[in-house]
C-alpha cells in the first residue's frame, strides 16, 4: 500500500516563503514523476510543478521564478520550495506520484490528502 503524506504548509504573508514535502511510503519514488498540484476555492484542480527520472521539471508559467521543485532520494521526499508567495497562491496543495512517467495528469495514480497554503495581504 503507497501512503503519500504531504507537510509544511500554513499561514503566511504574502512575499514569504514556504517549503512543502512530499514523503512517501511503500514506494521508492526515485523513478518515478512526482507532481505538486494545487486548488483554490472555487478553481479546477491545476498542476504547479513536476519532476521526473532524471531531474526534468515542469512549471507552470505564472510560477516560473518563484517555485522550485527538487528531490531527495535518499530520503524519498519531494519538496516544492515557494517564493515571493502572494494571496493567489492560496489553496490546498497536493502531492502525487505517476509511476510510469506518462506526462499526463491521468498518469498519477497515488495521491496525497493535501495542505493548506494560505498567503494574507
Known amino acids: 500500500q503507497v501512503q503519500v503524506v504531504e507537510s509544511g504548509g500554513g499561514l503566511v504573508q504574502a512575499g514569504d516563503s514556504l517549503r512543502l514535502s512530499c514523503a512517501a511510503s511503500?514506494?521508492?519514488?526515485?523513478?518515478?514523476?512526482i507532481g505538486w498540484f494545487r486548488q483554490a476555492p472555487g478553481k479546477e484542480r491545476e498542476l504547479v510543478a513536476s519532476i521526473w527520472y532524471g531531474g526534468a521539471t515542469f512549471y507552470a508559467e505564472s510560477e516560473k521564478g518563484r517555485f522550485t521543485i527538487s528531490r531527495d532520494n535518499a530520503k524519498n521526499t519531494v519538496y516544492l520550495q515557494m517564493n515571493s508567495l502572494k494571496p493567489e497562491d492560496t489553496a490546498v496543495y497536493s502531492c502525487?506520484?505517476?509511476?510510469?512517467?506518462?506526462?499526463?495528469?491521468?498518469?498519477?495514480?497515488?495521491w496525497g490528502r493535501g495542505t493548506q497554503v494560505t498567503v494574507s495581504s
Open positions: 511503500g514506494r521508492t519514488l526515485r523513478r518515478d514523476t
Open positions: 502525487a506520484v505517476d509511476p510510469q512517467g506518462s506526462r499526463t495528469n491521468s498518469g498519477y495514480i497515488y
